[in-house]
């Protein structure tokens, strides 16, 4: 008897734990997908987890911006598509962009970043500032 109590307590613990540490981010990453910026990330535990927060901070600015709000769905896998990247980015180079993730938990907040190296080519820039007119 005493050993089954003793697992029973281990299991406990262990549950407790894996609860307390909130999300587990395997994959953050973000890549150019035509004239937009795609964002994936990959969660294998959500206990927890209250939302996502997506933020966008271009080469030239000072702060992060927040692009959106993700609720918790248990799919594993996100997809976020920057559609406005070079909206609101002038005098950018457009290159590197910088992403964070944060995940928002009832333990407290977990950030990752992840940045965007490649410079796009001067059609995307150029096809991305004049959608960004007609919106």
């Keep these: 008897m ?3 109590s003793a ?5 406990v613990l262990l549950l407790a734990a894996s609860w307390a540490l909130g999300a587990t981010i395997t994959m953050f990453q973000a890549s150019f997908d035509g004239t937009n910026v795609r964002l994936e990330w990959e969660a294998t535990n ?3 987890v209250e939302n996502y927060e997506v933020w966008r901070k271009a080469n030239n600015e000072p702060s992060f911006t927040r692009l959106i709000t993700v609720p918790p769905t248990a799919q594993r896998r996100y997809l976020y598509l920057d559609t406005n990247v070079y909206r609101g980015t002038a005098g950018s180079t457009g290159s590197p962009f910088t992403y964070r993730l944060t995940v928002r938990t009832t333990s407290g907040d977990q950030n990752y970043t992840t940045v965007l190296n490649a410079a796009p080519s001067a059609v995307q820039r150029s096809w ?3 959608k960004s007119m007609f919106r």
Excluded: F, M
Excluded at 7 to 11: E, G, H, Q, R, S
């Design 2 to 4: 005493p050993r089954k």
């Design 128 to 130: 991305g500032s004049i």
């Design 7 to 11: 697992l029973t307590i281990v299991l």
């Design 46 to 48: 959500e206990a927890g």
